[in-house]
């Protein structure tokens, strides 16, 4: 759209410049015309304001400067034929005046206008001082007609002097100037402004124009007017073609801007489509990055979906599989346990009659039902001690399989980790009633609550506080002399995590043990002791996977160990 | 004290009869035991004073659960507790909104059930 724009701004101008050419012959003739009129009035005009009132009145208005010099002299020349007296007089002023204001051209025409009245009152001395005193001027500077005028006056004052030689001079002079005059006009000038027209004119066969030159021609060596005509023209034929050259010119820089111009849009245009071409690709590579990027996290999301969907799904699997099983398992244990317990009091009762009935019996008689009491009693009771054991590892299966559903809620660790001490310490103290130890409590009360699975995390810290236990009492049972038992629990809040930490001073933990601690099934404690080895495996995965919290364990072996749970303030997606 | 006692395992029987064998000795406490949901209805039709059930839940035919709902709309009063050897907590919950006063786990802790009893 723009460029045709332009295009039409193009033709536009090319049609304005040579409509100019086209009427340039006709336009040349009307100006020549108005040149004549105009000199022909301008002529008659300076006649008009030359006139004898208007500058005597001019002359009365003038102060003494320059301006009133030329007046004099105007009034001096017009007086010369008839008042010359009065020319005389005004020579004369506009001679003083020149001299007092050292108007140099103005003394020189006075003294020129002087001589000429000298030479009219017949005073021929005087007229020869004032035209000698004229003639380096008039020589140098005086215009040719002007010159001319002056060396025929000035010949005239030798002439009737009788100075033969300075007339002779002077006549040479005045001749040699006017053939100069005569050759300037024809030959040079004007021939060449005429050349020039008709070069201009015979090209447009110009009949009236061809018909004024024969006219300039004719006239040209004798008409002055004509010649100035002819002068006037030439320089606005020049001037006329120096416009037309200058409108080319114009029109071929114009031309030349344009085309500079349109090879620099078309540049512009061409980098533009570079530009753009460039966006495009651009915009293409981002669009395609996004696309394979956004393909990519959806392929990644829809596996991650289905990941999760899979490990969802094998967890309920398993879920429902322990379930089962645990149920399966627990109501015949139900059986195993209670009979067993039942055998345990029945043989106690057994043995209570066999006591008291002791009298009635021959001592072998007694020692072998005595013998046979205590074994049924002591394998009831090994029966039920290994039901138990059996019963725990159903419920800690169940446990790890029943993938801890349960929603997170805020938890004041310190009270959960307060209400878990106690609850570990009696049910231990139940278990080994010579077990005594020291416990330092050292709560962060600027604790904030924690969103946890109060329940999960109340199960880990059950299971660290037993181990702790385990590992003190194993120490004390050790024979160490001097050895009190300690449990040192530490809560405290930092960078946006809360910290929990339980150290014992009991047997520690061996480093090779201690990269297998959190593996389900792994365990160093003794069997029959109702110890699955999961505990801590379930603990891991409570905190890490759970809560995304942190679980690390730190020991020296026979001084320490020490259980740290770092869980993140604020978390928990099930 | 009448006790009803409902689980598909005849075992069940022998076992708390041993276990209670003091307190059923010194008559402080009766057991009754049927083996169905169903025999435990007709039971109750008797009219017979029961002051606690026991009852199983995994039974076949009629479960505890739904037995449990039909006893709560019949006899409204009915002391029962459920015991099973599910320790999921979804029964637990599930038994709970049905009515039940208490939810034991198999294998019995039977010094536990026994302060329930008595107390």
């Known amino acids: 759209m723009h460029q045709d724009c332009k295009k039409l701004v193009i033709f536009d101008s090319e049609k304005t410049s040579f409509q100019h050419i086209k009427h340039f012959p006709k336009f040349v003739s009307m100006i020549k015309k108005a040149a004549i009129i105009l000199f022909l009035g301008f002529s008659l005009l300076q006649a008009q304001t030359a006139d004898m009132q208007e500058l005597m009145s001019a002359l009365e208005i003038s102060a003494e400067n320059t301006q009133k010099v030329d007046i004099l002299i105007s009034l001096s020349g017009k007086l010369l034929d008839s008042d010359i007296k009065k020319a005389a007089d005004y020579a004369e002023d506009g001679l003083k005046l020149a001299k007092k204001l050292k108007y140099t051209i103005g003394e020189a025409k006075a003294s020129i206008m002087l001589g000429k009245v000298r030479l009219k009152q017949n005073q021929?001395?005087?007229?020869a001082n004032n035209f000698e005193a004229a003639?380096?001027?008039?020589e140098k500077n005086a215009e040719a007609p002007v010159l001319l005028d002056f060396y025929f006056h000035l010949a005239q004052v030798y002439q009737r002097q009788n100075k033969k030689e300075q007339t002779e001079i002077i006549r040479q002079k005045y001749n040699n100037l006017q053939l100069k005059i005569q050759q300037n006009q024809v030959n040079q000038s004007n021939q060449e402004k005429i050349d020039l027209l008709q070069d201009q004119f015979s090209k447009q066969k110009d009949s009236a124009s061809l018909a004024r030159l024969e006219v300039i021609k004719?006239?040209?060596?004798?008409?002055?007017?004509?010649n100035i005509i002819s002068q006037q023209e030439a320089i606005l034929n020049k001037q006329r073609l120096e416009l037309v050259t200058l409108e080319n010119e114009t029109y071929r820089i114009e031309q030349e801007k344009l085309q500079?111009?349109?090879?620099?849009r078309k540049e512009q245009q061409e980098l533009t489509l570079q530009q753009q071409r460039f966006y495009w690709v651009l915009a293409g590579s981002a669009f395609l990055l996004i696309l394979g990027l956004s393909g990519w996290f959806f392929y990644q999301s829809r596996q991650a979906r289905k990941m999760a969907q899979r490990e969802h799904l094998e967890a309920e699997r398993l879920r429902l599989l322990t379930a089962g099983i645990a149920h399966e398992i627990k109501n015949p244990l139900n059986f195993v346990?209670?009979?067993a317990e039942g055998s345990t009091e029945l043989s106690a009762e057994a043995e209570e009659i066999l006591d008291t009935n002791e009298q009635d019996l021959t001592p072998e008689q007694f020692a072998l039902l005595k013998e046979l009491v205590t074994e049924l009693k002591q394998n009831s009771v090994d029966i039920k001690k290994n039901g138990l054991r059996v019963n725990e590892i159903v419920r800690s299966m169940s446990d790890y399989a029943s993938g801890r559903k349960s929603k997170g809620q805020p938890t004041a660790l310190n009270d959960l980790?307060?209400?878990q001490i106690n609850r570990a310490y009696k049910s231990y103290r139940a278990q080994h009633s010579g077990f005594d130890l020291k416990i330092e409590k050292k709560y962060d009360s600027s604790l904030t609550p924690v969103e946890i699975v109060t329940q999960d995390v109340g199960r880990v810290l059950l299971n660290i506080i037993n181990n702790a236990y385990d590992a003190m009492l194993q120490k004390q049972q050790a024979n160490k002399e001097n050895y009190t038992p300690t449990l040192t629990i530490t809560t405290n809040s930092q960078n946006g995590e809360a910290i929990i930490r339980i150290r014992d001073n009991g047997t520690g933990i061996p480093q090779e043990v201690r990269d297998k601690i959190f593996t389900p099934f792994f365990t160093t404690k003794p069997t029959g002791t109702g110890n699955t080895g999961l505990g801590l495996a379930i603990s891991y995965d409570i905190i890490v996977k759970d809560h995304h919290g942190k679980l690390k364990v730190e020991s020296e072996p026979g001084e320490f160990t020490e259980f740290i749970i770092i869980l993140p303030k604020k978390q928990v997606n099930h | 004290m009448r006790i009803l006692v409902i689980d598909d395992e005849k075992d069940i029987q022998r076992l708390f009869e041993q276990r209670f064998r003091k307190e059923r000795q010194s008559g402080e406490?009766?057991?009754?035991?049927?083996?169905?949901?169903?025999?435990a209805l007709s039971y109750l039709e008797l009219g017979t004073d029961v002051a606690l059930i026991l009852s199983d839940i995994n039974m076949p035919e009629m479960n505890g659960l739904e037995l449990l709902k039909i006893i709560r709309e019949q006899y409204p009063e009915q002391k029962v507790c459920m015991m099973t050897a599910y320790s999921d907590?979804?029964?637990?919950?599930?038994?709970t909104m049905y009515g039940a006063h208490d939810y034991l786990t198999k294998p019995i802790d039977f010094e536990h059930l026994r302060e329930k009893i008595l107390n």
């Open chain 1, 124 to 127: 021929l001395a005087k007229a």
């Open chain 1, 337 to 339: 346990n209670n009979f």
């Open chain 2, 29 to 39: 406490l009766e057991f009754r035991f049927v083996f169905s949901a169903a025999d």
């Open chain 1, 260 to 264: 500079t111009e349109l090879l620099l």
């Open chain 2, 89 to 95: 907590d979804t029964f637990r919950q599930q038994a």
């Open chain 1, 218 to 226: 004719a006239q040209s060596a004798t008409d002055s007017a004509w």
């Open chain 1, 135 to 138: 003639l380096s001027w008039a």
């Open chain 1, 417 to 419: 980790v307060e209400e």
